[in-house]
Nanobody
Framework: EVRLVESGGGLVQAGGSLTLSCTASEFTFGDFAIAWFRQAPGKDREEVSCIRSGDDAVYFGDSWENRFTISVDYAKNTAYLQMNYPRPEDTAVYLC????????????????WGEGTLGTVSA
C-alpha cells in the first residue's frame, strides 16, 4: 500500500513562487510515474504534470504554460511541483498520484492518490 501526502500549500502573491511536495511512504522498485493534478473551485480536475522514473522524462499538461517544474528526490521519497509566477486562477487543491509499474505517463491499472493541499494565489 502506497500512501501519499501533499504539503506546501498556502498563500502566495501573484508573481511569486510556491513549491508543493508529495511525500510517499515508499517508491516502488522498477518503473513508476508521479503525476500532479489540480482542481479549482467550479472546475474539473486537470493534470498539471507527470514525471516517469525510468528516465526522468516529463510530461506537461495544458496548465503548465511554461511556469511549472516537476522533480523527484528519490532519497526522500518526495516529488515536487514548483509554481513560478502563479496567478489567481492557479488557486486550487493540488493532488499527486503514483502509478506503480508504469513506464509511461499514465496508470497501467494501479494508482494511488493523496488527499491534496490547497494553494491560494492572491492578486
Amino acid at each position: 500500500e502506497v500512501r501519499l501526502v501533499e504539503s506546501g500549500g498556502g498563500l502566495v502573491q501573484a508573481g511569486g513562487s510556491l513549491t508543493l511536495s508529495c511525500t510517499a511512504s515508499e517508491f516502488t522498485f522498477g518503473d513508476f510515474a508521479i503525476a500532479w493534478f489540480r482542481q479549482a473551485p467550479g472546475k474539473d480536475r486537470e493534470e498539471v504534470s507527470c514525471i516517469r522514473s525510468g528516465d526522468d522524462a516529463v510530461y506537461f499538461g495544458d496548465s503548465w504554460e511554461n511556469r511549472f517544474t516537476i522533480s523527484v528526490d528519490y532519497a526522500k521519497n518526495t516529488a515536487y511541483l514548483q509554481m513560478n509566477y502563479p496567478r489567481p486562477e492557479d488557486t486550487a487543491v493540488y493532488l499527486c498520484a503514483a502509478y506503480p509499474g508504469s513506464n509511461g505517463y499514465e496508470s497501467n491499472g494501479d494508482e494511488y492518490w493523496g488527499e491534496g493541499t490547497l494553494g491560494t494565489v492572491s492578486a
